[in-house]
Antibody, heavy 116, light 108 residues
Framework: EVQLVESGGGLVQPGGSLRLSCAASGFTFSSYWMYWVRQTPEKGLVWVSRINNDGGSTSYADSVKGRFTISRDNAKNTLYLQMNSLRAEDTAVYYC?????????WGQGTLVTVSS | EIVLTQSPGTLSLSPGERVTLSCRAS??????LAWYQQKPGQAPRLLIYGASSRATGIPDRFSGSGSGTDFTLTISRLEPEDFAVYYC??????????FGQGTKVEIK
């Protein structure tokens, strides 16, 4: 069974940093591209970042470019999102998502709240 | 950035009815269009990918059609568990990969 379990969310002050992790199991992690997607009631679902299967290619939404870094450790079956210079508008539930054909499996999400 | 516009925003229907949801793209996405269902407190679940292919385990009352800029998700006969929010998503060759704003299917 495919499982994606996010962790690392929480309350952080504006300008602060957080690192999200996503532990993957039930599939050959190193064979799949992965996404991070975030969701708020106001903006809905927003794609944040993508990484290819070996970590050699990444892409970012303009809103996070230069502040967020996606990475992966295929030996540990883990996806990461390093988030720096956090802003109030980064407050959201962050989902780790497997990319196959489309975004086919989603984690349960982790809440990030940026507030003073 | 490709903008996806879903219509209508909300549908009020009864179990057993047929549902047709629309997703229009601001430019062609080819066939790289997916549909998701989301219930409160849950992550989105993939229903349809490639505009018309059902994901694993999805009942055949769900079907997708379209190409280019106009897409449709049809639920042939609403079951009680189908009341949810539905999103379309384009995942073409170049990011950013975008989502529609969602259509809520609620019980009438």
């Amino acid at each position: 069974e495919v499982q994606l379990v996010e962790s690392g969310g929480g309350l952080v002050q504006p300008g602060g940093s957080l690192r999200l992790s996503c532990a993957a199991s039930g599939f050959t992690f190193s064979s799949y591209w992965m996404y991070w997607v975030r969701q708020t009631p106001e903006k809905g679902l927003v794609w944040v970042s993508r990484i290819n299967n070996d970590g050699g290619s990444t892409s970012y939404a303009d809103s996070v470019k230069g502040r967020f870094t996606i990475s992966r450790d295929n030996a540990k079956n883990t996806l990461y999102l390093q988030m720096n210079s956090l802003r109030a508008e980064d407050t959201a539930v962050y989902y780790c998502v497997r990319k196959y054909m489309a975004a086919d499996y989603w984690g349960q999400g982790t809440l990030v709240t940026v507030s003073s | 950035e490709i903008v996806l516009t879903q219509s209508p925003g909300t549908l009020s229907l009864s179990p057993g009815e047929r549902v047709t949801l629309s997703c229009r793209a601001s430019q062609s996405v080819g066939g790289y269009l997916a549909w998701y269902q989301q219930k409160p407190g849950q992550a989105p679940r993939l229903l349809i990918y490639g505009a018309s292919s059902r994901a694993t385990g999805i009942p055949d009352r769900f079907s997708g059609s379209g190409s280019g800029t106009d897409f449709t998700l049809t639920i042939s006969r609403l079951e009680p568990e189908d009341f949810a929010v539905y999103y379309c998503h384009q995942y073409g060759s170049s990011p950013p990969y975008t989502f529609g704003q969602g259509t809520k299917v609620e019980i009438k």
